[in-house]
């Protein structure tokens, strides 16, 4: 499992064009994320990683 923290996103400055460029169509944010799975499917998730079936798994608690 790897969290993420905004990377080498700066909030103030890149939230703002990010929604922008999702309301106008022009950022799909939908594509970023393959699957949501619950903790006890992590496993499964990262074998369907490993055979490439999966983009990003989001685990949610």
Known sequence: LKSSWYGDCLPS?????LIDLHLSG????KGFVTEKI?????????????????LRSVVVI
């Open 13 to 17: 400055r890149d939230f703002p064009i």
């Open 26 to 29: 022009k950022l799909d944010l």
């Open 38 to 54: 619950g903790l006890d499917e992590v496993e499964e998730a990262f074998d369907r990683m490993r055979r490439s079936e999966v």
